[in-house]
């Protein structure tokens, strides 16, 4: 009876005839090979084996292989952009990506509230601030100035302001209110739906309450069935109170018609600019770079 | 110029210097690209390609054996052509007949600048029991036992060749050569007298 020569033994063997086994391993084979005959045998044909492969017939190449310039064109320098191109495209689209998300960050619509109102304050007219210094000098009429108080779109009954409201993405349709009112932004009229164009507009400007009139207002039953309290009627919206006269000639104007409105919807403009370029940055770098590397 | 040097004017657009390495190495990667495709015009292809992507591929060489990044070359060039067959699959027209005059002209009788007729028929022979056992083994057993083997490249060499570590290498070769071993057994007889084991004779 022959033992068996395992797959092991096989890639032993072959290892050996190449001499690709440690002095430990050569030894121990070499034990095995005096005391297993069927093992030197296996050997031995596989030493023909690899005899017999190489001493197969040499082909002669049937011609030349040597390339000639126009089979090899030299690579452009413009090839050479390709990697650039590539770095300038991923590039790209990440400020593009990043541009994204400072307009979805809940402050970025403070900012450009912020942005907007106080250039609208010491902008304001000066005989305004003159009429307002002996009030602002009065430490009691500071005390009790009353803060404006700005009644913009409903909130929950109209489907919730949104920080996109200004670029023209407002909150979704109205849930139980009157059709037509959506979410509206800062810079969004109750009036008007889903704010179209990118630049916020106010085709009405807020009206301008006294605080008596405000008073009133916060008598006034809330309108809608949302859990959000001080939901004023929709023809309340869009209005401004103010606690004095003095605070009604202050706002009688509209963001828009300031210089800060105008900077404003120049900010938001200009981002979206620069959105559009970089989306365009993104597109034609990253397609040069895929073609520059299909042809080279 | 050594190769080394070669490989450097190359590499920065000399083709002329490329074209000196592609006649050192061709009749190798023809002989493989041969031995893996059993099919002379197709071995003559993909030869060309592998040496075009050679070129246009030279930024990529990092050093080591450039003859294993060459057969790296022909290797893939085989692959490609080997996956192409089996998407369409082709049937010669006529079969390969030893007897016909196409036969006696190619390069496997001319290879022996004046062989006798018996040599001319044991090397004929030869070269059928070799291609069509070869032709038996996996795509990946053939090309490392080819390169081992037939084209004596280490085992290094064919690690860098085929992309696989040594012990992948070290198994296709064993594997390659039981599968050769049983398959050349039904060939020991037509093979010339020195491949026949001392055993075999007195059978």
């Known amino acids: ?296 | 110029m050594d190769e080394t040097a070669l490989v450097g004017a190359a590499q920065k657009g000399d083709l002329d210097a490329f074209n000196r390495l592609v006649l050192i190495y061709q009749e190798m990667a023809f002989n493989l690209a041969y031995r893996m495709l059993s099919d002379e015009d197709a071995a003559a292809d993909a030869t060309q390609v592998a040496f075009l992507s050679a070129y246009r591929s030279l930024a990529s060489y990092r050093g080591g054996s450039f003859r294993a990044w060459v057969m790296r070359m022909v290797t893939n060039a085989c692959y490609d052509e080997l996956r192409r067959r089996q998407r369409r699959p082709t049937t010669p027209l006529e079969p390969m007949d030893n007897e016909d005059e196409e036969e006696i002209e190619s390069p496997a009788w001319l290879a022996d600048d004046d062989p006798s007729p018996e040599q001319v028929l044991e090397l004929g022979e030869l070269e059928n029991a070799i291609q069509s056992c070869l032709g038996g083994l996996p795509d990946e057993f053939r090309a490392a036992v080819i390169m081992i083997d037939v084209e004596g490249m280490d085992y290094q060499e064919v690690s860098v060749a085929i992309n696989k570590p040594l012990g992948t290498v070290k198994s296709r070769v064993a594997r390659g050569r039981l599968k050769l071993r049983e398959c050349l057994q039904s060939f020991w007889e037509l093979l010339p007298a020195q491949f026949r084991l001392e055993n075999e004779d007195k059978l």
Do not use: C
């Open chain 1, 1 to 296: 009876m022959t033992p068996r020569i395992f797959p092991d033994d096989w890639e032993i063997l072959s290892a050996y005839l190449d001499g690709q086994l440690s002095d430990r391993e050569m030894t121990q084979l070499r034990q095995r090979l005096d005391a297993q005959p069927e093992l030197q045998r296996a050997l031995d044909e596989l030493q023909r084996t690899k005899m017999v492969l190489r001493s197969a017939p040499r082909r002669r190449v049937p011609r030349n292989f040597t390339l000639t310039p126009a089979m090899a064109p030299t690579p452009k320098p413009w090839y050479r952009l390709a990697p650039m191109l590539s770095f300038a495209s991923a590039l790209a689209f990440l400020l593009l990506v990043l541009s994204f998300g400072f307009t979805l960050l809940p402050g970025f619509n403070n900012s450009t509230q912020i942005f907007a109102a106080a250039p609208a304050v010491n902008q304001a007219p000066a005989a305004t601030r003159a009429a307002l210094a002996p009030l602002a000098n009065d430490g009691t009429s500071q005390s009790n100035a009353q803060p404006p108080i700005i009644i913009w779109g409903g909130a929950g009954g109209n489907g919730g302001s949104s920080a996109l409201a200004p670029l023209g993405m407002g909150g979704g349709s109205a849930v139980g209110s009157e059709p037509g009112l959506s979410g509206n932004g800062l810079l969004a009229t109750p009036e008007k739906g889903i704010p179209t164009s990118l630049a916020p507009s106010v085709s009405q400007p807020p009206t301008i309450l006294s605080t008596s009139e405000a008073g009133l207002q916060k008598s006034a039953p809330l309108e809608g069935t949302g859990p959000i309290l001080g939901v004023r009627p929709t023809e309340e919206m869009g209005k401004i109170v103010v606690g004095s006269g003095a605070d009604q000639s202050l706002y009688e104007t509209t963001f828009e018609q300031t210089p800060a409105g105008q900077a404003n919807s120049f900010f938001v403009r200009s981002l979206h600019v620069i959105q559009v370029g970089l989306l365009v940055l993104v597109l034609g770098t990253g397609l040069a770079a895929f073609f520059l590397r299909r042809r080279s």
